[in-house]
């Protein structure tokens, strides 16, 4: 991992030495051949497109190549000054030095201001708006002071320059720098990212043979224009050489082309203008070589300016008359879709309101003209006319002996301005009676007089049969309820009888049948003792039967209240109570540990002692007694019981044994009250105790289940919803 970063690293270095020294050679090339425009061996130039090169350069690789300009500009420098011999080799170094300090401070400020002024905008942005291309000219024009300034001064000092001519040399380096930026570094930014500049601005220009052709025609006119001009081909006239003649040519370029054909022409054209100065032709010619570059100079940095700006103007409308058109067609095709919406809109309301047996209303007050939709038209039996209906028509359909209840409200909500709700009959002209639910509001102007009413009327009039219906059943339903309240106040009782009185003649008569065993035990004869014992059992099984079927009826009757209970708690409370039957039998009893739940202590203690107590029971004689209590959650969807519901979570408890078990097919008839699988002789027990366990279970909004093998075991499954 460390080789591979290093080889990274290593490989990201080479790439920056490369870059830099590619930029430092392109610069001194570009800085050699403007030189040769020099001021009188200053190495200021009227044009100085290095300036131009050094700021693109930065604006696309970052502060990163800032070294390589530094090198470029130092090298160009040197060489110049070596060559003309202005000064001696020490001077020379050190001038160079500064100089080139100046040239890369200057696009390292540019950089910096470009970022500040317009921050999070790509540089191919920045000639796509009038105030963008406004702010980069501003920063070429303060940037350049930078350059300008140092070199000037750095040349003074070094005595190449005489104090005279310090300001015509500052003004000129100035200036060139400043022609040199707003000619080289538009282009090269455009031209370095032409796909994106493309992109931002293929809305409004054409891309099509005929835009190609229309391409090749400017330039080829503003070449010919500029060597009539400023190369004096074929002798033309004297109006013909004016400068001027080339501004239409900038014209048509903006109006009709992307930036990097414009900026190309820009460059043709400089470059032409240039040349034939230096060559001694054109309008620009003076006495001096100095003014005229310096006069050719100005005209290339206007029409840079001119240019640029008039570009970005037809840019940004072009662009605008483009995102016009869009949102045009976009609303045109949202009206459409909106009418559509509005259509079936309406002709669903008209579908609702014929299923709802509604339909809406409104009353014009000043003109007493009453508007309602179809339906409502159709629920009072009415002939739809062109000439609509009045108020007068409304309550003359409203039943005899509602009429004055109606125009009561209506009036009240006129004068008060409020919302009316009510119901009241209607006749049809076929005599049939309706019920109408009437709802409705008043509508004011600014000096609050009533305007207009509006609302709804709905046909409720099997709703209010249903309702009277329903009203008569729920009369019913409390006069059953009273009668099962007196039913459960005569169960009540005879629980106190079943309790008290049918139990206290079964305790007399085991009580005196096991005094008469004990005490003449030895004078009855074998048979009588036999009956005794059998009259004993008897009252003890019935005594038990009828305390398990009171039992049973509490489960049912009781209040019940869930708490929140440690059941590991009360399942230990309950294995205390068959301590000795679990000694006895030397029973295992394990479980999982079990959570606090929302439950009925009482009735869940009672689930847990008649389960424990059926499994140590029905135990296999020889066979240890083994009891199983597990847990877990589980959703309802994965229960395989109708009485699950799948959006609900479930506790599933689980009792296993290993005793005598039960064949398959009593899984659900084992939970019947008085279900007994055994004889009493065998097994002793009222067929109760499984009963009570599904009824608690119920109480809890569970469900329970028993699946067993015969003399393998059974398992009960209760499942209780997580409160």
């Known amino acids: 991992m460390n080789n ?17 020294l590619l930029v430092a050679a392109i610069y001194f090339l570009l800085a050699r051949i403007s030189l040769q425009l020099a001021f009188e061996s200053s190495n200021a130039t009227p044009v100085w ?111 190449i320059i005489s104090a005279e001519n310090f300001f015509i040399v500052l003004f000129t380096w100035w200036a060139g720098d400043t022609a040199g930026v707003l000619l080289v570094a538009p282009f090269m930014l455009a031209w370095s990212n032409a796909g994106n500049w493309y ?52 014209i048509w370029a903006a109006f009709r082309f992307r930036l990097q054909e414009v900026v190309t022409i820009m460059l043709i054209s400089a470059s032409l203008a240039i040349i034939g100065t230096i060559q001694e032709h054109g309008p620009f010619l003076t006495v001096s070589r100095n003014e005229s570059l310096l006069t050719v100079e100005a005209f290339v940095t206007i029409n840079c300016i001119m240019t640029l700006l008039l570009h970005a103007a037809v840019t940004e409308r072009k662009k605008t008359e483009t995102s016009l058109k869009i949102a045009h067609d976009e609303l045109e095709l949202r009206i459409k879709e909106r009418t559509k919406e509005l259509t079936t809109s309406n002709q669903l309301l008209a579908e609702a309101q014929r299923l709802a047996h509604i339909g809406s209303w409104e009353w014009d007050v000043q003109r007493n003209l009453v508007t309602w939709s179809d339906e409502l038209y159709l629920i009072y039996g009415i002939t739809k006319s062109e000439s609509g209906i009045n108020y007068e028509t409304y309550i003359n359909c409203v039943h005899p002996e509602d009429r004055e209840y109606v125009n ?25 009676i309706r019920v109408l639910h009437s709802h409705g509001e008043t509508i004011t102007d600014n000096k609050g007089v009533t305007v207009k009413m509006s609302g709804t009327g709905q046909d409720v009039t099997e709703r209010k049969i249903s309702e009277d219906a329903l009203r008569e059943t729920t009369n019913e339903l409390k006069q059953k309820n009273k009668e099962l309240e007196r039913s459960n106040s005569e169960l009540t009782s005879f629980s106190y009888v079943a309790s008290h009185d049918l139990q206290e003649p079964l305790r007399k008569i085991q009580t005196f049948s096991e005094k008469i065993l004990s005490t003449d035990y030895e004078k009855l004869p074998d048979s009588v003792k036999d009956d005794l014992r059998r009259i004993v059992s008897a009252a003890t099984r019935m005594r038990i039967l009828i305390s398990d079927l009171l039992s049973y009826s509490r489960i049912s009757t009781l209040e019940t209240h869930f708490e929140d209970t440690d059941i590991d708690l009360l399942l230990q409370e309950v294995k205390n109570d068959f301590s000795d039957s679990i000694r006895q039998k030397n029973a295992v009893i394990d479980s999982m540990p ?89 097994y002793d027990g009222t067929g109760i105790g499984l009963a009570i366990c599904k009824k608690i279970v119920e109480n809890h909004n569970g469900f329970m289940t028993a699946e067993g093998k015969l003399n393998k075991g059974s398992t009960f499954h209760i499942y209780l919803p997580v409160i």
């Open 4 to 20: 591979k970063n290093s080889q990274s690293f290593l490989s990201d270095r080479t790439r920056n030495i490369l870059w830099i």
């Open 49 to 159: 497109p290095p300036s131009g090169f050094a700021f693109a350069v930065v604006l696309l690789l970052g502060i990163r190549v800032a070294p390589g300009i530094m090198m470029g500009a130092f090298a160009a420098n040197l060489v110049e000054f070596l060559i003309n011999q202005t000064s001696n080799t020490p001077t020379a170094i050190l001038t160079s030095v500064f100089i080139a300090a100046g040239n890369t401070a200057e696009a390292l400020v540019g950089y910096f201001l470009m970022k500040k002024l317009l921050p999070g905008i790509h540089y191919s942005k920045y000639f796509l708006k009038v105030n963008y291309v406004f702010l980069f000219i501003t920063v070429a024009f303060l940037m350049c002071v930078i350059s300008g300034t140092i070199g000037t001064t750095t040349i003074y000092l070094a005595g």
């Open 199 to 250: 992109r931002e601005q293929k809305t409004g220009f054409s891309s099509s043979s005929t835009y190609y052709f229309e391409l090749a025609a400017l330039i080829s006119l503003v070449i010919l224009m500029n060597g009539i001009v400023f190369q004096n081909w074929f002798s033309p006239f004297f109006v013909f050489t004016r400068a001027f003649f080339i501004t239409p040519f900038f």
């Open 408 to 432: 009561g409200i209506v009036q009240h909500s006129f004068q008060h301005h409020g919302p009316f709700d009510f119901y009241h009959r209607i006749i049809r002209p076929d005599g049939v």
């Open 594 to 682: 079990l959570p606090r739940m929302k439950i009925i202590p009482f009735q869940f203690r009672q689930l847990l002692t008649n389960i424990i107590s059926n499994s140590l029971k029905f135990s296999r004689p020889g066979i240890q007694p083994h009891i199983s209590i597990g847990i877990k959650k589980i959703k309802g969807g994965e229960i395989n019981e109708a009485e699950s519901d799948p959006n609900k979570t479930y506790y599933h408890l689980t009792f296993s044994d290993n005793g005598i078990g039960f064949e398959p097919d009593f899984n659900r008839r084992i939970f019947e009250i008085f279900q007994r699988l055994h004889p009493h002789h065998i």
